[in-house]
């Protein structure tokens, strides 16, 4: 059943999903009424089933589901990934790469692959102020308290 995310439990499952580029504002009511329509049909026959998402910065994808009263199956899984491979491929974006780095550059959103990323901290194009995105997070309470942060707050700091 879909939710608000707010009533998400805090121990709930996050997947975080970066797109390789902003939604364009076309693409952005279409991208949200799939999701939206996914997220209530996924699970659908368990009544205790609750999930919710958020798409943020018309970027990042987030999906919650609280697996704790009902418990998600390789198959729930493979449902939602299969999910995002039709986006990606409808939308022409990456969305299952986690290795590349998502930062605010003042009000914009950066994705750059992590070498990239590297170098410019060794440039000092980014700093230990400069906020990042953690998308390997696996929990909601992680997502409210660590999803966005000062680079220096986050396991990226080591790249400073």
Not at 30 to 53: G, I, L, M, P
Not at 55 to 61: H, I, K, Q, T, V
Request: glycine content about 0%; aromatic content about 16%; overall charge negative.
């Amino acid at each position: 059943m879909f939710v608000d995310h707010s009533l998400i439990p805090e121990d709930a499952k996050v997947w975080i999903y970066p797109s390789s580029r902003k939604f364009y504002p076309n693409e952005i009511e279409e991208v949200e009424q799939k999701v939206k329509t996914f997220v209530e049909n996924w699970k659908s026959d368990d009544e205790n089933f609750k999930a919710s998402y958020q798409f943020l910065y018309n970027r990042f994808l987030i999906i919650f589901a609280d697996d704790v009263t009902a418990p998600l199956q390789n198959s729930d899984i493979d449902a939602s990934v299969s999910f995002i491979l039709e986006l990606q491929q409808l939308y022409n974006v990456e969305l299952l790469d986690k290795m590349n780095v998502c930062f605010k550059q003042g009000e914009f959103v950066q994705y750059k692959e992590l070498k990239d990323f590297k170098k410019l901290v060794k440039n000092k194009a980014v700093t230990a102020k400069t906020i990042v995105f953690d998308n390997l997070i696996t929990t909601k309470q992680d997502y409210d308290t660590f999803w966005e942060v000062a680079i220096e707050d986050s396991w990226y700091r080591r790249f400073l």
